[in-house]
């Protein structure tokens, strides 16, 4: 039996973490600054021979001579090094230093970008508000509430190969999804509901939060419905009712704000939050529990489950061997009507060459503005054939 005292314990722990400006919100507000949709950035990395604003923070150990990073691919060439806001453009020799064939960027003395040492991404215990006690024991991990680690990071576009990916491939899904690809094919109006954590109200994309900064870029979700009315010309709405510190207990019982809104397109992007406590079969049955009830009262309705991305590996709060049995939970419920996006297992073929502080937004269980840029490339791909 699942332990409703825990699972509550664990959405206010999480929902703590947040921002008073977000904890409540419905909807991550998109930002009066100017933010233009590229649909190149849209293009799945995974099929690309470019890798646009790959992220990286760049460390330097206590035995490194230099900062240095490395990147998910070994480049052909270096396009651009930027900070992450993309306002400052690098200098390569002066503020970075790539050799070919290798994966691997430093920093030379003098460079003008920013470099941290793991110490640096630490504070030590009981000194942050919240506790994010490291599993090593050495402290906590650097808690950033809004833009801290964007502040830290930098953005690399690169040329590669274009076979370098040889992780998983998330498929087109109009077979599972046809009624959604038939509205978009004909141009009609498709509504698309999100019902998730503090993942889906947009955290700690630079354009999310009352303070955004540049770029600008809206969450995932945003990006998303924007790519799909770019590739189909027709009108995309999408309402947002996900809640940070959420999990799959809160979204059954508010499951009635996604049939109100009269859905097309179902998106559950839960289980972040779950894994503090909640087993996967505990979360597989909720979840199957939301689609019943939205199928009882909309049987047109199609949905997209999502796997959700891995969180810092170093945090002990959660189980982190729930997350492979939840994506496979997730996939045994889908079929026709029901797809699954596998932010998982692109999350884990990543960690073989990155960092948790290279894809993090706030140091423990957010994405960046890269992480955002991948879940809305997984979703698209699902209904947008390559």
């Known amino acids: 039996m699942e332990d409703p005292f825990m699972s509550r314990r664990m959405l206010l722990v999480i929902l703590a973490l947040l921002p008073l400006s977000s904890r409540f919100a ?25 890798m646009r604003g790959e992220t990286v923070l760049f460390v330097k150990g206590n035995d490194d001579d230099r900062p240095r990073a490395t990147l998910l691919f070994v480049p052909t060439k270096i396009l651009a090094v930027t900070s992450s ?14 050799r070919p064939g290798t994966r691997r960027i430093e920093l030379p003395p003098g460079s003008r ?32 509430a809004l833009h801290e680690y964007h502040a830290m990071q930098t953005a690399v576009t690169y040329a590669h190969r274009p076979d370098a990916w040889t992780g998983p491939r998330p498929a087109f899904a109009g077979k599972q999804l046809p009624r959604t690809l038939a509205k978009l094919r004909a141009k009609k ?91 996967p079969a505990d979360f597989q ?40 049995p939840y994506r496979d939970a997730l996939a045994e419920l889908c079929g026709p009507g029901v797809a699954l996006a596998d932010m998982t297992s692109i999350w884990n073929e990543m960690f073989k060459q990155k960092q948790d502080w290279d894809l993090t937004g706030n140091g423990v269980n957010h994405p960046n503005d890269f992480g955002h840029r991948v879940y809305a490339q997984v979703l698209s791909a699902l209904l947008i054939a390559e």
């Open 285 to 324: 049955a909720l979840t199957r529990q939301m689609t019943d009830a939205v199928r009882k009262a909309r049987p047109q309705a199609e949905f997209i489950l999502v796997a959700p991305m891995l969180p810092n590996r170093g945090w002990t709060l959660l189980h982190h061997d729930y997350f492979p």
């Open 26 to 50: 419905a909807k991550a507000e998109e930002p009066s600054h100017a933010w233009r949709f590229d649909p190149a950035l849209m293009e799945p990395f995974w099929l690309s021979d470019t």
């Open 113 to 144: 970008i920013v470099f941290k040492t793991p110490q640096e991404l630490r504070r030590p215990a009981g000194s942050q508000r919240h506790r994010l006690t490291h599993r090593d024991g050495n402290g906590e991990i650097l808690f950033g």
């Open 85 to 98: 806001s993309g306002e400052t453009t690098y200098t390569e020799g002066k503020d970075y230093v790539w």
């Open 189 to 279: 109006p498709l509504c698309i509901v999100l019902h998730g954590d503090s993942i889906s109200t947009g955290c700690n994309a630079s354009g999310w939060s009352s303070e955004p900064l540049p770029p600008y870029q809206p969450p995932f979700q945003e990006l998303f419905a924007r790519n799909l009315e770019a590739a189909y010309g027709g009108k995309v709405a999408l309402k947002n009712i996900s809640l940070g510190g959420a999990d799959t207990r809160w979204g059954l019982s508010t499951i009635s704000q996604v049939i109100e809104a009269e859905p097309d397109l179902v998106i559950l992007a839960f289980g972040m939050n779950d894994s503090a406590s909640r087993r």
